[in-house]
């Protein structure tokens, strides 16, 4: 049994839309004002406060002439706001995230959290805390038989789209599968797979360019805070959503197929944060959305109960030949196939594919470390990818091409040098 999330859009009727804008805001303003208490707590006087401490803020807040109106909303979504700022703090303690920052109110997320005491679900229909009617959900795909949603929330994106989330259990079928892949990710074909199958990047954002390069000339032209203006920017961001949508959809069935074909999967530890700063491929790699399918794949993996391996981002599965195991010098981007001094010659996506699937299954059979640390903060090398010079570390001779008809059964990266078969 697994938490699943089943996203539904749902058109609220003008007296809904007006109470989830009143919710969505007063959500905003709870959430800033006890970040604004919780940093100057600590800044004057060294003091941590808690959840429990910025709820009763909130019941004093409730009684105030200037705030009496977050009485007119569920309590519900106030406290779980404040849930969620404790969930920011406790991330940014634990060093996974930066500090918690406060709402905009034209660019931070429009949602609102329901507990089950904020919400009746009955005979398939939804009535939300303060509202007298059901919503009006468009039930694209069924619930799970007879599943009961534990949590709801209600959004609102940038093109004005509402959307419903329900938390549901459900029990997912086990499907046995006995294949070993390994992918390289890229921009000529998004994904490159050991078995030499390539497929095919979609590019989504050049498909819609003129049409949001129109939209985008369009907005620049009405005068700020008119209402043409705000027309202007949803058309903008309908053609921004109808993007997003087609490469959500296109990831969510590449990954579902692989996790379904195979019982390990073998990835690499790509930062695309710092591919980003080249500014010739930053709009494709934003469009690849590397780091999308990453999460998807990881999530499922663990759902179906398959292995999911990241090698190192610092291995060179580009310059290292597949059959013999030599190290190229270099290889430029716009090499995209090349010749081995063993005279093996490779397609440069497929070759790096192979090489990955083979450096994590040799993780697996030495149990090294599946994510090593980054060590530039130590070394002060560059965040980019780049060959360490522990990759042709305890490589045999004849691996690195001093003895190219020597037997390529030794595998570097695995400390018994044996290619795990």
């Not at 981007?333 to 699937?357: E, F, G, K, M």
């Amino acid at each position: 049994m697994v938490k699943r999330a089943f996203k539904y859009r749902f058109y609220p009727s003008p007296e809904q839309a007006a109470e989830l804008a009143r919710t969505f805001g007063c959500v905003r303003l709870v959430y800033n004002m006890a970040l604004q208490a919780r940093t100057e707590a600590w800044t004057l006087r060294q003091e941590r406060v808690n959840y429990n401490a910025t709820s009763a803020m909130l019941t004093a807040w409730k009684k105030t002439e200037e705030l009496a109106f977050l009485n007119e909303v569920s309590s519900v979504p106030l406290q779980q706001a404040l849930r969620h700022l404790q969930v920011a703090f406790t991330n940014f303690f634990a060093k996974r995230a930066r500090y918690p920052t406060f709402k905009s109110r034209k660019r931070s997320r429009r949602s609102a959290e329901y507990t089950t005491s904020a919400f009746r679900w009955r005979d398939g229909r939804l009535t939300l805390a303060k509202m007298d009617a059901p919503l009006d959900i468009v039930w694209s795909r069924p619930l799970p038989e007879g599943a009961s949603p534990s949590t709801v929330t209600v959004s609102q994106d940038s093109a004005g789209r509402w959307f419903v989330s329900l938390l549901c259990e459900d029990r997912v079928e086990p499907v046995p599968a006995t294949g070993v892949v390994g992918v390289d990710a890229g921009l000529d074909s998004l994904l490159t797979l050991s078995t030499g199958e390539k497929i095919t990047n979609p590019k989504h954002e050049r498909r819609d360019r003129a049409a949001l390069a129109r939209a985008q000339r369009n907005l620049a032209r009405k005068e700020k805070g008119s209402a043409n203006r705000a027309k202007a920017r949803l058309k903008v961001a309908r053609v921004h959503a109808r993007i997003a949508d087609r490469r959500r959809d296109h990831l969510h069935k590449l990954t579902t197929r692989l996790v379904r074909e195979n019982q390990t999967i073998v990835i690499e530890d790509l930062t695309a944060r710092n591919m980003l700063r080249n500014h010739n491929l930053a709009r494709a790699v934003s469009d690849a959305a590397w780091r999308q399918f990453r999460t998807m794949l990881e999530y499922k993996t663990e759902w179906h109960g398959r292995t999911l391996v990241v090698v190192d981002r610092w291995f060179p599965s580009s310059k290292l030949c597949s059959a013999c195991g030599a190290l190229a010098a270099r290889m430029p981007l716009h090499v995209r196939s090349w010749t081995c001094r063993c005279r093996q010659t490779h397609d440069r996506d497929v070759n790096a594919a192979r090489n990955i699937l083979a450096e994590g299954l040799s993780v697996i059979a030495c149990g090294g470390g599946v994510r090593p640390q980054r060590e530039s903060s130590r070394t002060r090398r560059s965040p980019m990818k780049q060959e360490p010079q522990r990759a042709t570390a305890g490589i045999p001779a004849f691996r690195r091409g001093e003895d190219v008809n020597g037997p390529p059964s030794r595998r570097a990266g695995c400390p018994g040098g044996v290619l795990p078969a």
